[in-house]
Every structure is written in C-alpha cells, then in structure tokens.
Nanobody, 121 residues
Framework: QVQLVESGGGLVQAGDSLRLSCAASGLTFDTYTMKWFRQAPGKEREIVAAMSRSGGNTYYAGFVKGRFTISRDNAKNTVFLQMNSLKPEDTAVYYC??????????????WGQGTQVTVSS
C-alpha cells in the first residue's frame, strides 16, 4: 500500500531553519505531484507548496514565498521542504501529500501522518 512518511519536525526558535523530508513507497513516485500542507490548531489545513512530477514547476503559498523551498529526489522517492526564517505563526502539523498527475490538478490522493513543527518566539 502507499505510505508517505514525514520526518524532520521539531521545536525551534524564531529565525531558525528546519528541513522536512517525506519518504514515499508503494507508488510510482515520478508520476505524482508532491505537496506539503500544514494545519495549525483551530485552523483549516492549507497548502504550503507543491512540486510537479519532474520538479520543473513549483507552487508556493504567499505566506512562505522566499522562506520555504520544496524539492524532490525521484531516485530516492523523497520530497523535501526546506524552511528558513521560521516564525511562530509557522507552528503547525506539516503533512506530505501526493496527487497523481499534473501540478495543475487539485486535490490529494494520499496523505502522510504529519510531523509537528513548533516555533517559539
């Protein structure tokens, strides 16, 4: 079965960096657009970033542009989220997600279990 396993979350101070990883198995990785979402307490889940199957196209939510970078290694079935200049408002559970096909397609086919990121002021 398909598994998406996130790692790399933790407790950091404002201004610090974290790198999240998501290891995928059970799917043909390079046929899936990969996405990162986050959900803060009491808020709806929101998209953070997405990367196309080949890695040639990306999308970023406005609140992370210039601070976060999504990347993928199709040889290792892994997607990353490099987060720099973290702010307390970035505190959330971060989820990896996979959507079959083009980055222009909405929705998600598979979710990871999430990893907690906490940024203290």
């Amino acid at each position: 079965q398909v598994q998406l396993v996130e790692s790399g979350g933790g407790l950091v101070q404002a201004g610090d960096s974290l790198r999240l990883s998501c290891a995928a198995s059970g799917l043909t990785f390079d046929t899936y657009t990969m996405k990162w979402f986050r959900q803060a307490p009491g808020k709806e889940r929101e998209i953070v970033a997405a990367m196309s199957r080949s890695g040639g196209n990306t999308y970023y939510a406005g609140f992370v542009k210039g601070r976060f970078t999504i990347s993928r290694d199709n040889a290792k079935n892994t997607v990353f989220l490099q987060m720099n200049s973290l702010k307390p408002e970035d505190t959330a559970v971060y989820y990896c997600a996979a959507k079959y096909g083009s980055i222009t397609y909405g929705g998600v086919d598979y979710w990871g279990q999430g990893t907690q990121v906490t940024v203290s002021s």
